[in-house]
């Protein structure tokens, strides 16, 4: 392969170094559930998608119930992503075919794909880098932007654009680059305001540099004032495993932590996690779970010997912080209970286990999008349990992630327990379902909706609501699609 151009190569360390938790945005467990995410996500949000698939996931699981679905019902639970009756149809296309032609599996073969219903280069693409990890790099509005105002490209059809990107960069980075290129031009370089002066890639940057007219809003940019510019993000590494000054048998008791270790690239550094750190999936089979978060395994931690354990004042108790001292292991507890104080999270862990330079630009990206007013919208109520009914109060993180992205937290603080009567009085417009703490479901959506038939009840991504730090900018596009700010 012929050597890169240095400008592509330094513009993608730095997206790397932006975006460590670039990925998907589709909520998806398995090439059926993501090639009907994808059909959905046409002339719609990521985050609205994510939040109408759990209920037709529960309904029709398969390409079998799907194929037979009454297309009324269909319509009624897709509706909310808009072209309802078309996509609806070529859903159950998309089913009939997958059955009579692949046994109701989806093809990894780009030709199959191309050839069902609904399913066009795009979403043939997507499907094949995120399912089956076929190098394609599938141009979305974003990428078609972005792409442009970098001078990646001049051509004027994302068909094109995908055939100079893929000349531009060698085929085993397209997947990466592909999500990296969304998340910019999600976080930063939007449609109508860019933040050049935030940019992490503005030297690179024909049009934020002004020597280019802006290709999708006509106009040439004035370049931020010198000394305004983000400085350039450095390359991602991991920290020598000889570096005996930083931590090098960690056990993280925090299931968002743990992910965001690993998308760090720390994962040969984790000794140890407790057993809700399930994500990534593949870590359940190779570190080692000692315990839960309330009630953590203490012998297994000592024999883990580990260096630091990470905690979380919410998650854990002080009586695990006081064990630990007992053991003589050093601990570092973080407390989060809201969406900035995540920003400090980030920097204090990119400090103590010597990534700065990865956690750096996370927490200015997460600082960049926290600024500016939020305006007051629909009264929210988030439950995490039932039976008891409880809730995520406006001071907790989830109720501050809720204020962030656009809706207005009801109920008491901290995590209160409640009656049907007391979510009545608090009059709520929404109520949010996650799918955990407590693993709520399509039938408990349909029992509140009985109960409280004006309020707009949404079975949510639990992780994406609940999990902060690796998760926290896919809470705010899910609590921006439900205000309908995104
Ligand atoms: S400098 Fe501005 S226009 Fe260029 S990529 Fe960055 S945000 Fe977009």
Not at 190 to 212: E, H
């Amino acid at each position: 392969m012929p050597p890169r151009p240095p400008a592509s190569q330094l513009l993608q360390d730095r997206l790397r170094a932006a975006y460590p938790d670039a990925k998907c945005a589709l909520d998806h467990a398995d090439p059926f559930q993501l090639v009907v995410a994808t059909i959905l996500s046409a002339q719609c949000t990521d985050a609205r998608v994510n939040l109408t698939t759990p209920a037709l996931f529960a309904r029709f699981p398969d390409a079998p119930s799907l194929a037979a679905a009454p297309l009324l019902e269909l319509e009624a639970l897709i509706r909310s992503t808009g072209f309802y009756h078309n996509k609806a149809r070529n859903l159950i296309g998309l089913a009939q075919a997958l059955l009579a032609r692949h046994g109701g599996e989806v093809p990894a073969d780009p030709a199959a794909l191309g050839a069902l219903p609904g399913v066009g280069q795009k979403t043939a693409n997507v499907v094949l880098a995120n399912a089956f990890g076929v190098p394609a790099l599938a141009v979305d509005t974003h990428i078609f932007r972005v792409a442009r105002r970098l001078g990646l490209s001049k051509a004027n059809t994302p068909e094109k654009v995908e055939a100079d990107l893929c000349r531009t960069f060698p085929r085993e980075d397209w997947i990466e680059l592909h999500h990296q290129l969304i998340f910019h031009g999600r976080r930063v370089c939007d449609a109508r305001r860019p933040d050049c002066a935030a940019c992490p890639v503005l030297s690179l940057c024909p049009t934020g540099r002004g020597k280019l007219k802006d290709p999708h809003l006509g106009v040439r940019f004035q370049p931020p004032p010198e000394g305004e510019a983000a400085p350039p993000a450095p390359t991602p590494r991991a920290p020598s495993p000889t570096d005996t000054t930083l931590p090098q048998r960690i056990i993280s008791l925090v299931p968002s932590v743990t992910e965001l270790l690993v998308q760090w690239g720390l994962a040969a550094r984790l000794a140890g996690r407790s057993r809700f750190c399930i994500e990534p999936r593949w870590i359940r089979n190779t570190v080692p779970a000692a315990g839960g978060t309330k009630d953590p395994d203490l012998v297994r931690i000592r024999d883990l010997a580990p260096d630091l354990v990470i905690l979380e004042k919410d998650e854990n108790p002080k009586a695990v912080a006081d064990a630990l001292d007992g053991l003589g292991i050093p601990w570092l507890a973080l407390e989060i209970r809201s969406v900035q104080d995540c920003v400090a999270a980030l920097r204090l862990l990119g400090e103590r286990l010597g990534v700065a330079d990865l956690a750096e630009p996370m927490a200015k990206a997460l600082a960049v999008r926290l600024k500016g007013r939020r305006r007051k919208g629909p009264r929210a109520l988030a439950l995490i349990w039932k039976e008891p009914w409880m809730s995520a109060g406006p001071d907790t993180y989830v109720g501050d992630l809720l204020r962030q992205g656009g809706l207005t937290p009801v109920g008491p603080d901290r995590y209160p327990v409640l009656t049907d009567s007391d979510i009545e009085a608090l009059a709520p417009d929404l109520i949010l379902l996650p799918t955990e703490p407590y693993r709520f479901h399509a039938r408990h959506q349909t029992a509140l909706q009985k109960r409280f038939p004006s309020t707009r009840i949404e079975l949510v991504n639990g992780q994406a609501l609940t999990w902060y730090l690796s998760r926290t900018d896919q809470g705010l596009d899910l609590v921006q699609g439900l205000a309908g700010t995104s």
